[in-house]
């Protein structure tokens, strides 16, 4: 399905970096220097092809499935596998539809469910994007096509519920703009229907409580919201706002939330027991807006992004019990929109990504490392 036209980006990176993860500017206000803490990066093998706003997702196998993503030639079909244990990407089977910015959800039957996603944007700024949706068998090594969502969107919110159904929920198009609406994934009926639509259109992480809700927070307001049962329900108000939410859930059962405005990144924790959020201690001047990957060790990864400096390489570490960050060793290569993910061995995995070049573009990047805490 074609999304429409829209307002024209400088490039389709802007683009998605707009959706996805605000762009900050310098703080102004010195703030006292980061503890260091333990944890070194190491590269790894670089996958066979370069991309970035890719999926990632840990197979049951301990295998990564990287798909999709963008690279500089337009959106991209391919997929391939990490094999921790030889440290080398293989090519797998190819989905039938270009896409970027999508959703990936590990389903109980041992499949992926990628859906949505960026297809294309020309250079007159007239963006496509999709409802369909793809099954990855990791046992055949191939995609087959499943039922398409009602609404095309892409940086929408995923979460697998309890009851094995896939909830994704707002994202964004170019005929709606910022959307509210949220759909149920069956994989016994290989079908979509609609559920009820969130309070606020909002694009941002989702995030799976122990309780069975799903908390969606952020994403251009300071609101959060609850899913349980088909229904929405408002919780208490964050502290800050949070463009481009990233969310991790804690070992505590707590949610900490990280995403930025005009001026500063800021993060803060829910509780779902009280329904109260709290600021976390100082993350330093500047610090870059990556994703979040929660460790072994309790603590979360913070690995790398866009800041007011450009593409960074440095990294942080969420310490729960102090509700303090801390420095830990930064990146080999400074990226931005790539994916980091926990492996079985308790590593992490960053991936792809693009970083700014010294005239202003972006190179997309190929590159891949390991982070030992």
């Known amino acids: 399905m074609i999304c429409g036209n829209m307002p024209r980006f400088a490039a389709v990176r802007t683009l998605v970096l707009a ?6 500017l310098a703080a102004t206000t010195p703030l006292p220097a980061l503890a260091a803490n333990s944890g070194t990066w190491a590269n790894t093998g670089s996958m066979k092809t370069a991309r970035t706003a890719h999926s990632a997702t840990l197979l049951p196998n301990g295998q990564v499935l990287v798909a999709g993503g963008e690279s500089s030639a337009g959106g991209l ?5 990490y094999n921790p244990v030889t440290g080398k990407w293989t090519f797998t089977g190819s989905m039938a539809t270009r896409r970027y910015a999508h959703t990936a959800v590990l389903l109980p039957s041992g499949e992926v ?9 020309s250079i007159q700024g007239v963006i496509s994007c999709t409802a369909t949706a793809e099954l ?4 055949t090594g191939r995609w087959t096509a499943t039922g398409s969502m009602a609404t095309p969107r892409f940086a929408q919110g995923a979460a697998l519920l309890q009851n094995g159904q896939a909830l994704v929920a707002g994202g964004v198009n170019a005929i709606d703009g910022t959307l509210a609406s949220a759909e149920l994934y069956d994989r016994s009926a290989g079908t979509w229907k609609e559920t009820g639509s969130m309070n606020y259109a909002r694009s941002t992480r989702a ?3 122990p309780s069975g809700q799903v908390l969606m927070a952020g994403g251009n307001s300071n609101t959060a919201e609850l899913y349980s049962n088909g229904s929405w329900t408002l919780t208490s108000t964050m502290k800050f706002s949070h463009p481009g939410t990233h969310a991790a859930l804690l070992t505590n059962g707590d949610v900490l939330v990280f995403g930025g405005n005009l001026s500063s990144y800021v993060s803060e924790f829910y509780n779902p027991s009280s329904g109260a959020w709290t600021a976390t201690h100082n993350i330093g001047v500047n610090p870059p807006n990556g ?10 990864l913070l690995a790398g992004g866009e800041s007011g400096y450009g593409t960074d390489a440095l990294c942080r570490l969420y310490d729960s019990p102090t509700n303090s960050w801390l420095l830990t060793g930064s990146m080999n290569q400074a990226r931005a929109v790539h994916t980091a993910t926990l492996l ?8 792809g990504g693009q970083v700014k070049t010294p005239n202003g573009t972006f190179s997309v990047l190929a590159s891949a490392e390991l982070y030992t805490p």
């Open 344 to 351: 079985q061995n308790g590593q992490v995995l960053a991936a």
């Open 77 to 81: 079909t391919s997929a391939e596998l």
């Open 113 to 121: 469910l990628v859906a949505g996603g960026i297809v294309s944007i």
């Open 136 to 139: 990855y068998n990791p046992s």
């Open 291 to 300: 994703p979040l990957t929660l460790l072994r060790t309790g603590e979360v």
């Open 19 to 24: 959706a996805l993860f605000v762009i900050g």
């Open 207 to 209: 995030t799976l409580l």
